[in-house]
């Protein structure tokens, strides 16, 4: 069931409206306000809305979206619209529930939780014994969010899936809501960039540190900047800011269908490679130092949640030892992280 907030994350939460405050960024919308699992009901003809697989065309499938529980307490049914997305995950030989978006009308969003919302990504399980993956995914989230405000949010939510087809079996999964990509920019006062081309080059360094170094962390190698494969950009003040998200084929995920580019010569998604440029060994320093500060808060966001198998659990922390003990050795962080770098 859900946990509750630990003191160390309500510090954390403080420490960010504090920073928030000083330096003018805005609070998130009331659902991305708390870290507190969700409990929720989606009722829809789910044939119908996880059958609707053609990217070149939406097709929007209608239902209504409930809270069952959490701080926010249950609510009524609102009017809700579903349609699928995603690329590998829509794939149904790969996906049995694929992605959604869930699309507000007007009522039911003007208070409460889904104020402000118009629509909102929703990550799903996406094959009934991956339900462990989406709550690593939503940590790899969750530490970023320790790292920076730069940040999507995630939600944790404990979806029923409610079939109209047949009231008699809902299925319930762990999902996770994200933060919408302009809430994100308005929130740290950024516009989204939705054009490919920002390179390394005219990126802010400390943030494309930072980032290259997390997909480092969790295992993860499917990104590009300049492509912007799973990576967002935000402009601010003339500077270009990445955000990483869509985490699902990191090592610290270790979904059984991924992968790593066979260009990349490793063996599986758990090996580590680092894919960013090569910064000063006085960036990378304060990268890792940045980092380390966060490793008490970031072990202690594994071990809160509630709902993780043991054994997923010391797996992960294992995964994120391994990062450690590279980040705190100079020697050997100097040959992970600039003895590969891209030149």
């Not at 006062?189 to 081309?197: E, F, N």
């Not at 500077?239 to 269908?257: A, C, K, L």
């Not at 995964?319 to 100097?334: G, R, S, V």
Request: hydrophobic fraction near 35%.
């Amino acid at each position: 069931m859900p946990r509750y907030l630990p003191c160390w994350t309500l510090g954390f939460l403080l420490s960010v409206g504090a920073r928030a405050h000083a330096q003018g960024l805005a609070d998130p919308k009331a659902l991305f306000a708390s870290f507190e699992p969700l409990a929720i009901t989606l009722t829809a003809d789910m044939k119908e809305a996880f059958s609707n697989r053609d990217t070149t065309k939406v097709v929007w499938v209608p239902a209504t979206l409930t809270v069952d529980g959490g701080a926010e307490g249950p609510s009524s049914p609102i009017p809700v619209e579903l349609s699928t997305r995603g690329h590998f995950r829509l794939n149904p030989s790969n996906c049995k529930t694929p992605p959604l978006r869930i699309r507000f009308q007007a009522a039911g969003t003007e208070k409460g939780i889904w104020a402000g919302q118009t629509s909102l990504k929703l990550i799903t399980h996406c094959r009934d014994r991956y339900d462990q993956l989406v709550l690593q995914e939503y940590l790899a989230y969750r530490i970023y969010n320790l790292l920076t405000e730069m940040s999507l949010l995630p939600r944790l939510a404990r979806v029923t899936y409610a079939n109209t087809r047949d009231p008699e079996k809902p299925e319930t999964y762990w999902g996770v809501f994200l933060e919408d990509d302009d809430d994100l920019a308005d929130r740290v006062g950024a516009t989204l960039v939705k054009q490919s081309g920002v390179t390394f080059e005219i990126a802010d360094s400390t943030q494309s540190a930072l980032m290259a170094v997390f997909f480092y962390m969790i295992g993860n190698t499917d990104w590009s900047l300049p492509y912007l494969h799973n990576v967002k950009v935000l402009e601010r003040q003339l500077r270009y800011y990445p955000v990483p998200y869509d985490f699902d084929w990191s090592g610290i995920v270790n979904p059984p269908y991924a992968k790593p580019d066979p260009r990349l010569r490793i063996r599986s998604v758990r090996q580590r490679l680092y894919r960013g440029p090569c910064y000063s060994t006085a960036l990378m320093n304060a990268t890792l130092t940045k980092i380390l500060e966060q490793k008490d808060a970031i072990r202690a966001e594994y071990e809160s949640l509630q709902g993780m198998e043991e054994k997923k659990l010391r797996e992960s922390l294992e995964y994120l030892d391994e990062f450690f003990d590279i980040a705190e050795n100079p020697d050997k962080a100097n040959r992970e992280l600039r003895g590969v770098c891209s030149r």
